[in-house]
């Protein structure tokens, strides 16, 4: 029976190496010289510092524009608030989102079954795996996925006949 798996995982190596770019150009821009703007990552965190929150806020517009040069989407990103941190500095920190959480599975399990086609969706762990008898259906059902859940980065993986 033809299937695939909805996932929402994001590639660390490309996350890592927009981080490691960001850095690289913080190094190189005039406008970051003699501040204390900084950016590193620590298993799923990204932290930003800087000497004043438009700094932050022009780091983390370096910080996406390296992910979308390295087709990494943004929506992985959960964003705290600016925060004062030691020194007279501050900081914000992403949390780097890994996985559906249940409530992302059932609503992708609902549109599937609202659909009225004739498919299974099945919460496996932190992704959906649908299955059905034709393999146009399963084409049908990834579109529906893609116009209706904007807010999740969702990719498609395992597709079998």
């Known amino acids: 029976m033809p299937s695939f798996d909805v996932a929402s995982s994001p590639n660390m190596v490309e996350i890592n190496n927009a981080v490691t770019n960001t850095i690289r150009n913080i190094g190189l821009r005039f406008d970051f010289k003699g501040t204390s703007a900084a950016a590193q990552i620590e298993g799923h965190e990204i932290t930003l510092t800087g000497d004043a929150p438009f700094q932050i806020n022009q780091l983390e517009d370096v910080l996406l524009h390296k992910m979308a040069k390295r087709n990494v989407d943004a929506r992985f990103l959960k964003k705290g608030k600016v925060a004062p941190a030691a020194g007279g500095t501050f900081k ?68 079998r006949d």
Do not use: C, H, W, Y
């Open 92 to 159: 914000l920190v992403f949390e780097v989102k890994n996985g559906m959480t249940a409530e992302e599975g059932k609503r992708v399990q609902k549109v599937i079954k609202d659909s009225k086609l004739k498919l299974q969706a099945a919460i496996q762990g932190d992704q959906v795996r649908v299955s059905g008898a034709k393999k146009d259906d399963l084409v049908a059902a990834m579109r529906l996925l893609r116009e209706q859940i904007t807010d999740l980065p969702i990719a498609f993986e395992n597709l």
